[in-house]
């Protein structure tokens, strides 16, 4: 666990707890002569927010800023979308303009030390210590004016803990407690805290072993964060039943633990709040055959349904992983139809082609495997690839072995792009000169020349002095795609192809396939030179 983590958390924690303000209601219907209106930036804003996509929800605040720059709701809204979309300079610009507009605005205040928390995340910040001191003093800024601000409370334990000042940061997270005892994020910081020194207590006890007395005052340490962690994540739970942070917190304090069923139950009840939060499903698959895990995922799916507002895509992941655990058992069939099923109810879980693929491929429907493979193969071949390289080694032999029968199977069956598609999948795979010339081709047969040229390029770059790559590189470059630069590239492929098909030539060692090659690859780039030429 590293301290960094805990801003973009804080950020949920105080941001999630305002409620964000409806959209406005819809006007009466338009006569039927007028056109229909696009939606106003104020629903194109909060739509926008409301589904995560805070570069756009950034852009329709800032068109409001401009159209009503009195209002400074809109503005705070813009800055906390600019910072949550990684936009952290134009953020803090127009944070800083807006508190010469509106001094004293504790909103605008605490929305740029929330950015200055979330700049000192990003990879790009070399200096955090900059970012969280600048936000500490906003927050010490906003509290002698109101001391009862708790995302200013927040902020400043945040801003302490991140500083090396733990001390301060439990004060004033124990103070926005005493303050506001039934909002959660205070006790979630606690935990937080808690935890990090519970796990670097016990990392001191492994490395060190003391005995005797010193070893019973670390053990009784250990105890007391122990204690505190697991107190503050409960509490957190029982203020907010719909966080799914606490849950994710207990399991992690089980796992420190070693109190593996523990924790399989805290991720289970995070699961149920949202089937998509990020828990550790590899800990299902380590300490569950595959029976129970689709039993757990069964379960988990039948809660979630009886929640209120149970949604049709959130719901598909945990029929995936379901049938993901079918599949790890060979229950080809049952597997097949929760992949299905996960598909339909969310069109976007797209890896579910994959084992759609292998579930048809081994129930002897091959025209569905090759369906469902090259449909992901066609979204993303180099995932495809990525889900394949992660297989143990005789399985991803063996998954490779019918990727690549597949796709020869769809070329012999006049399915160009298929094979195409599952051939980029095998070049992805093989990262071979031969492998990535066959996507080539089949990338120039199916018209898809940008990418004929980017195949041929990575073949080119594990053979660089073969001449019919260079000739056929040049074809596409010549005939294809021709533009000034490309045609000067295609001469020099051309007359570089027909020197080295001449060494070739000149080598009395080379065998008859060889010498038959470079006498076509010669011929071929002679013809495309003289056409070039005219």
């Known amino acids: 666990m590293t301290v960094r983590v805990l801003t ?45 996509r805070f570069g756009e929800a950034a852009d329709a605040f800032l068109e409001l800023t401009r159209a009503e720059p009195l209002r400074v709701d809109w503005f705070v809204a813009a800055g906390r979308c600019l910072g949550r979309s990684g936009r952290f300079a134009e953020a803090i610009d127009l944070l800083e303009g807006a508190r010469k507009t509106f001094p004293g605005s504790i909103e605008v205040d605490t929305t740029l030390a929330k950015t200055f928390l979330l700049q000192a995340e990003s990879p790009r910040t070399v200096s955090p ?18 001391p009862d601000d708790e995302d200013s409370r927040l902020i400043l334990a945040q801003a302490c803990y991140l500083l090396g000042d733990w001390e301060r940061a439990v004060r004033e997270a124990e103070e926005a407690v005493r303050r506001h005892p039934q909002r959660s994020g205070a006790h979630i910081l606690l935990g937080r805290i808690a935890t990090d020194r519970f796990a670097a207590l016990l990392r001191q006890h492994e490395q060190q072993r003391p005995e005797g007395r010193a070893a019973a005052d670390l053990v009784a340490a250990i105890d007391v964060q122990r204690q505190l962690a697991r107190r503050s994540f409960q509490r957190a739970a029982e203020l907010d039943p719909q966080r799914v942070h606490p849950h994710l917190a207990l399991a992690q304090l089980a796992l420190l633990d070693r109190r593996s069923e523990a924790a399989l139950a805290h991720l ?29 995922y069964a379960g988990l799916r039948e809660r979630y349904d009886a929640t209120a507002g149970a949604e049709p895509a959130k719901r598909a992941t945990l029929r995936w992983y379901e049938g993901r655990a079918l599949y790890d058992g060979g229950q080809w069939a049952a597997a097949r139809d929760c992949f299905q ?11 579910s082609h994959f084992y759609l693929a292998m579930c048809q491929y ?30 143990p080694g005789d399985r991803r032999g063996e998954i490779g072995a019918i990727v690549q029968f597949l796709g020869d199977r769809a070329y012999q069956r006049g399915d160009a792009a298929a094979s195409r598609d599952l051939n980029h999948v095998i070049a992805c795979l093989a990262d071979s000169a031969d492998a990535w010339n066959n996507h080539a081709f089949l990338c120039r047969e199916t018209g898809q020349f ?55 030539l000149g080598d009395t060692q080379v065998n008859d396939t060889l010498r038959e090659r470079a006498n076509k690859a010669k011929a071929d780039a002679q013809l495309n030179l003289a056409a070039l030429a005219q």
């Not at 600048?134 to 010490?140: G, K, P, S, V």
């Not at 289970?268 to 698959?285: R, T």
């Open 268 to 296: 289970s009840d995070a699961l149920v709040i949202d089937p998509d939060a990020p828990a550790d499903h590899g800990l299902f698959d380590r300490e569950l055959d595959w029976r129970r895990r689709a039993a757990a």
């Open 129 to 146: 210590e900059i970012q969280w001191t600048d936000a500490a003093d906003l927050a010490e800024q906003v509290l002698k004016v109101a």
């Open 450 to 504: 940008d990418a004929a040229l980017a195949s041929y390029q990575h073949a080119l770059e594990k053979e660089p002095d073969s001449p019919q790559l260079l000739n056929d590189t040049a074809v596409v470059l010549q005939y294809h795609l021709p533009s000034p630069e490309h045609l000067r590239r295609a001469r020099g492929m051309y007359e570089r192809a027909i020197q080295l098909a001449d060494k070739v």
């Open 362 to 391: 081994r129930l002897g429907d091959l025209d569905a495997a090759t369906r469902h493979a090259a449909t992901y193969a066609g979204l993303d071949a180099v995932a495809f690839a990525d889900v394949v390289r992660a297989l």
């Open 8 to 52: 973009g958390l804080l950020w949920l924690a105080t941001a999630c707890q305002a409620q964000v303000p409806p959209p406005a209601p819809s006007p009466p219907p338009a006569p039927a002569q007028q056109q229909p209106q696009p939606p106003s930036a104020r629903n194109r804003a909060f739509t926008y927010e409301r589904q995560g």
């Open 341 to 351: 099923q996960a598909l339909a109810d969310n069109p976007e879980a797209t890896n």
